[in-house]
């Protein structure tokens, strides 16, 4: 069981070891449970091949219970986040890593502190509704597909949602 899957854990992201795998199998263990205890049969499953704090415990639970009624179809509330989110979504291609590459250097250059996180899976990138790539989502809002803005353009995106963060 070797792979790693980048999830929100709280207010982080952690790479969690097994993750597809589990969602895969959880359904037909966690039919009928409530909430928590769906939370317990994931943490039990996942707690075998990742090290979880045991005052950390329920922040885990919601977590993977979020995961898991994404992957269910279920309906999932999204809490809003605070601060500034930028995605780079793309798979790795030379013009993803230079996408990446500009918004950092817009955020070195200008002091600006952001969750940045570089999506590579192609099905997450779908479930974005973004259909082509490289792609920038600041704040979840879809700014550029297809090619790598100048840098101008995306240090104003950037200053502005930043910005608008504040207030």
């Known amino acids: 069981m070797d792979d790693v899957t980048k999830m929100r ?3 982080h ?10 969602l ?9 449970m409530t909430d928590d205890q769906i939370g317990e049969v994931l943490l039990e499953m996942l707690g075998r091949h990742n090290y979880i704090e045991t005052g950390f415990r329920e922040v885990y639970a919601q977590a993977f ?4 009624k994404k992957y269910t179809g279920e309906p999932v509330t999204e809490g809003r986040r605070q601060g500034l989110t930028i995605k780079v979504l793309g798979p790795g291609c030379a013009q993803c890593e230079r ?9 070195s250059e200008n002091g600006i502190t952001a969750e940045l996180e ?3 899976d192609v099905a997450e990138i779908a ?14 809002e879809v700014k550029a597909v ?7 353009k995306i240090k104003a995106w950037v200053l502005r949602a930043a910005a608008d963060a504040i207030h």
């Open 9 to 11: 854990v709280g207010k």
């Open 13 to 22: 992201m952690v790479g969690i070891i097994g993750l597809k795998q589990t």
């Open 24 to 32: 895969a199998e959880a359904p037909a263990r966690c039919k009928g």
């Open 65 to 68: 219970v979020h995961e898991y």
């Open 99 to 107: 996408l990446e590459h500009e918004v950092m250097t817009v955020m």
């Open 118 to 120: 570089h999506v590579r």
């Open 127 to 140: 479930r974005l509704g973004v259909m082509g790539v490289p792609a920038l989502l600041i704040n979840d």
């Open 146 to 152: 297809g090619s790598v803005p100048p840098r101008e």
